[in-house]
């Protein structure tokens, strides 16, 4: 009997959730450029690149519909509001369409509240006086389960767009667990980024059925190509059962 469950998915739909991430320190004007005709090539919504990065990516992208976003306070989130604000600023200057900040970790920690919210609004609100979207990074590698539900709350307070599971530069990423808990805590109307670990396709289509519309990969090639081939063969679906990323510590 078929299972009329089963939920078909295109190998552009898992383009279209790719943030090709081109975030490595040691990668080399000419690295960054040939990947964003990487990019380009496989459809992906955008690439995500180092802030000196953003004006060579946006001359190779400026006539593809793959986007160019950048990172701000990255990878620590301790820069002080004013400096995260310039950075957004030129990011939005120099064509970004989407920034992902990283929130001040060690003040969710401590408690500071007040400050962590007024640091992601500045930034929002900055962004989105341009029409440019904003994702949080929380780095949930480094915080509990209450401080992660806290993190959703602050930005649905201030209207960021995307809550995001980590910068990939922690100890760990995405995992089943805690993006289950973003997506539980903020509306449906904020949506949820998976990075650190989604390196295969399989991880893809599970961060699908959890609810995520983006991923952060540099494996986008086998990604793409495994999902074309699948789609091919018609058996390109989500997954019944969500099978476990990786490990958060």
């Not at 893809?204 to 793409?224: N, Q, S």
Request: net charge negative; glycine share 6%.
């Amino acid at each position: 009997m078929a299972n009329n469950n089963i939920e078909k998915v295109t190998a552009y739909d898992i383009a279209q959730m790719i943030d090709h991430s081109l975030l490595r320190p040691d990668m080399t004007r000419q690295e960054v450029a040939e990947q964003c005709e990487i990019a380009h090539e496989y459809e992906c919504s955008t690439v995500c690149v180092k802030p000196c990065d953003v004006e060579v990516a946006q001359e190779i992208l400026k006539d593809s519909p793959c986007k160019v976003t950048s990172v701000i306070g990255f990878p620590h989130g301790s820069n002080l509001t004013e400096v995260k604000l310039l950075e957004a600023r030129r990011a939005i200057e120099q064509g970004c369409e989407e920034i992902d900040m990283v929130l001040n970790i060690d003040r969710l920690k401590s408690g500071d509240l007040d400050l962590v919210e007024a640091d992601v609004k500045a930034v929002c609100d900055i962004a989105h006086s341009s029409n440019v979207k904003v994702k949080v990074i929380f780095e949930n590698f480094y915080l509990t389960d209450d401080e992660i539900v806290v993190a959703c709350k602050l930005c649905t307070n201030v209207g960021a767009d995307w809550v995001k599971t980590s910068s990939g530069y922690a100890g760990g990423g995405a995992t089943v667990e805690d993006l289950t808990l973003m997506r539980a805590n903020t509306p449906a109307h904020i949506q949820v980024k998976a990075a650190g670990g989604v390196r295969t396709l399989d991880g893809a289509l599970t961060v699908r059925k959890i609810g995520c519309t983006r991923f952060g990969a540099t494996a986008t090639i086998k990604i793409v190509e495994e999902a074309r081939e699948r789609e091919a063969a018609g058996t390109l679906v989500l997954p019944e059962v969500v099978e476990p990323l990786g490990k958060k510590y």
